[in-house]
C-alpha cells in the first residue's frame, strides 16, 4: 500500500476515534449541565413563587408571546405554582429594554390575585455602583405585596412610590416599568394561564391574548 493512503486511513481513523470520544464526553456531560441549569432554575423560582406550592412548577409550564414580557416577540415561559389543584401563583421572566445599558432581565412571582411575591434581577449590563443596585441591595424587597391598586407605579422623581438611585434614575424606572407591565399582563390573563387545559404544548396564541 502506498504510503499516501496508509497516511489517509491513519488521519481517518484519528478522526472517528477523535469523533467517538467528543460524542461520549458530550453524553458523559450533558445530564449534568442540564441537570445543573435545571437546579438554578428552580432556585429562582422558589426566591420569587408564593410559598407552599408542592409541584414542579418548572414541569407545569405554558408559554405566551406578548410585548409587555419580552419586546422581541421572544416566547417567554410561565412558571405554574399550585399546592394540589389549587392555584398558588405563576412566576416568569420580563425583560426592561429601557436600562441605561440595555436590557435587564427579571424573574418576577405574583400570587393568584394580582399580588407580587417577590422579584428578583437575573441579569443585566448597569454601571458598577449606581445602576448595579438593583441586584446588590434589597432594593427589589420593595414589591413584595404590591397590587395595581395599592402602590403609585413610579419612582419618586416621577411621582411615584418606588426610590430611586443617587446618580441613577434610569435604571430604577426601567424596573419598576417592567415589573408593573408584567403585572399588567398577570391580572389581565390569569384565568388563562391557570387554565387546566393548558401546558408546554400551548402555542402562544392560544393562550395570553
Known amino acids: 500500500m502506498p504510503d ?11 478522526g472517528l476515534i477523535a469523533t467517538a470520544l467528543l460524542a ?18 428552580l432556585s429562582a423560582l422558589r426566591q420569587v413563587l408564593p410559598e407552599g406550592f408542592d409541584n414542579q412548577p418548572d414541569q407545569d409550564t405554558v408559554m405566551v408571546t406578548d410585548p409587555r414580557l419580552e419586546k ?3 416566547p417567554v415561559t410561565i412558571y405554574r405554582g399550585r399546592k394540589g389543584e ?19 432581565e427579571i424573574m418576577m412571582g405574583i400570587a393568584a390575585g394580582g399580588t407580587i411575591s417577590n422579584v428578583r434581577v437575573l441579569s443585566h449590563k448597569e454601571t458598577p455602583g449606581l445602576g448595579d443596585k438593583i441586584t ?41 416599568g417592567a415589573v408593573k407591565r408584567g403585572l399588567d399582563f398577570f391580572v389581565e390573563n390569569e384565568a388563562k394561564l391557570f387554565d387546566k387545559a393548558a401546558s408546554t404544548e400551548k402555542t402562544a396564541a392560544e393562550v395570553g391574548q
Open 86 to 104: 389549587t392555584a398558588l401563583g405563576a412566576a416568569f421572566k420580563v425583560i426592561a429594554p429601557d436600562g441605561y445599558s440595555g436590557d435587564i
Open 136 to 176: 446588590l441591595t434589597a432594593w427589589p424587597d420593595a414589591f413584595k405585596g404590591k397590587t395595581l391598586s395599592n402602590v403609585k407605579w413610579g419612582v419618586k422623581k416621577d411621582g411615584g412610590d418606588f426610590d430611586q438611585f443617587a446618580g441613577a434614575t434610569i435604571t430604577p424606572r426601567a424596573v419598576v
Open 72 to 74: 422581541k416577540s421572544k
Open 24 to 41: 461520549g464526553t458530550d453524553a458523559v456531560t450533558s445530564g449534568p449541565i442540564a441537570e445543573a441549569k435545571r437546579q438554578e432554575l
Open 4 to 14: 499516501f493512503f496508509k497516511l489517509g486511513l491513519v488521519l481517518m481513523l484519528v
